[in-house]
């Protein structure tokens, strides 16, 4: 009896100290805390142990300080400035400077003139471009994806940089844990590693139940960056694989959007990867951010924007909703998963509302069920709203991008979606260019023909199981 009565005893305990602790978290929505007191009070044991696992965005006590120690040492290593500085600087409208604004406050980066990009036609055209820029290399190759399999893409781009390591380039490869397990494990990791190509993981996942108290589990490294010789880079939302994507070949193809940069945005996501690296790692390349910079050419304005659980609470959806509100005439945006907090939900009606043509692009189909129903339950407050919602048919659009009024582009690999605002390593390039930007509307306009419009009353004639299913998908959207 004194046993039963202790073990009940210390159930109550823990049931309080979680609930204080949801309370009492700093950087918590209340929409968060609400949804996290209901499930700890109506399913104790498992809500206890999901919180335990999930509940926080813990990176772990080691981990951070040596990604704290990482960035000290990366501050000290400034590189040196082009002879002619004044072509650096960056000449931005004075409509526009706070959104550049927004951006330096998140990574600190200031935004840079010089740059020029193309928009490569496909994945497929994507691949090849990196392969050709990596066998064209002379000093450095640079690589991090979340995913990259051992198809055609993944091992092409694996052959180059053994090509590359054999004929001396320096060569740094890096995947997530989780996204890239299989790689890890393959022949052709071995054969990379063989070759002299320095490999890294971020964010080891062993041993998850007994780290589980002392860092969060599912926090993951989403990048996808690659740097050649300090002047060519990418940015977009393709991982290092083929587009039919066979882990998931039912939802096949992924549709992805990529743009290779030359300039000085390329020291830039120069510096994003370094500190993942050195993080990860522990080998100290601050010499090779010492070299200095070039002196750019004509080119357009850019900003590398990092976001992670390492970096300010809400930086990517507060990046997100600058833009957003800063629209006048049109705003066009393509992300397969929505999960968006009440804030950003209300940026994106408000836009519809004062009068700019507002249009949304997500996938008809989703590899992920459960963001499919969570995303159309906002569908009808956008709808009432004025924003177009397309839902584009033929696979699943994977690209995330934003471009505003003709003249600023957004690309990368966030999401708009919990994940990617709280959770994720995300690595995006906001640019102020009209000629840029008309490419990157050109091929959203290419999305929204190759989708079906939603319509109001489409939305109204979903069956009430359907609508329950969705709203209650939403309502755990906190905590997923």
């Not at 990860?280 to 070299?291: F, K, V």
Request: with cysteine; proline share 5%.
């Amino acid at each position: 009896m004194a046993f039963t009565n202790l073990t009940i005893a210390a159930g109550v305990a823990l049931h309080v100290a979680v609930l204080a602790r949801v309370m009492l978290r700093p950087h918590r929505e209340p929409a968060s805390r609400i949804a996290w007191v209901a499930v700890v009070l109506a399913v104790p044991l498992i809500g206890v142990l999901a919180y335990i696992l999930f509940g926080e965005v813990n990176i772990g006590r080691k981990r951070a300080e040596r990604v704290r120690a990482v960035e000290r040492r990366m501050l000290q290593a400034a590189p040196s400035p082009p002879a002619d500085l004044a072509n650096l600087r960056a000449e931005i409208p004075d409509r526009w400077a706070h959104l550049f604004r927004v951006g330096r406050s998140i990574s600190g980066f200031e935004p840079v003139a010089g740059s020029s990009a193309q928009l490569t036609p496909d994945s497929n055209a994507a691949i090849a471009s990196i392969v050709a820029d990596i066998d064209a290399a002379e000093e450095h190759v640079h690589v991090l994806f979340y995913i990259w399999l051992t198809d055609g893409n993944g091992c092409r781009v694996a052959d180059a940089l053994i090509r590359a390591a054999a004929r001396g380039v320096t060569c740094r490869a890096m995947v997530d844990n989780l996204g890239s397990r299989g790689l890890i494990k393959s022949v052709q990791w071995k054969a990379m590693q063989a070759a002299g190509v320095k490999l890294g993981v971020a964010l080891g996942i062993s041993h998850p139940l007994l780290r589980a108290p002392f860092r969060r589990v599912d926090l993951r490294n989403h990048r996808k960056i690659i740097v050649i010789d300090n002047a060519i880079t990418y940015c977009g939302s393709q991982n290092c694989a083929d587009p039919e994507f066979r882990v998931k070949a039912k939802f096949a193809p992924w549709v992805d959007a990529v743009m290779r940069l030359e300039g000085p945005i390329a020291q830039q996501n120069q510096r994003l990867f370094a500190m993942d690296w050195m993080s990860a790692t522990g080998e100290d390349i601050n010499e090779l951010l010492q070299q200095p910079l070039r002196a750019p050419k004509p080119g357009f304005v850019a900003q590398v924007i990092g976001t992670g659980p390492t970096v300010r609470y809400s930086a990517m959806p507060e990046m997100f909703e600058a833009l957003i509100y800063a629209a006048r005439r049109e705003l066009i945006i393509s992300t397969p998963y929505y999960v968006p907090d009440e804030s950003l939900q209300n940026a994106l009606c408000s836009s519809a509302y004062r009068g700019v043509k507002t249009t949304i692009i997500f996938p008809a189909r989703n590899d992920s069920w459960i963001v499919a129903g969570a995303s159309r339950s906002y569908y009808a407050d956008l709808l009432e709203a004025g924003v177009n919602i397309h839902e584009y048919v033929g696979g699943l659009l994977h690209t995330k991008s934003l471009t505003l009024d003709g003249e600023i582009t957004l690309i990368g690999s966030a999401n708009m979606d919990r994940r990617s605002f709280d959770l994720n390593y995300e690595n995006n390039i906001l640019l102020y260019d009209p000629a840029m930007t008309a490419a990157m509307q050109e091929r959203q306009r290419q999305y929204i023909a190759r989708s079906r419009p939603v319509t109001r009353e489409m939305v109204r004639d979903w069956s009430l199981p359907r609508r329950f299913w969705n709203n209650t998908l939403a309502m755990l959207g906190p905590i997923l």
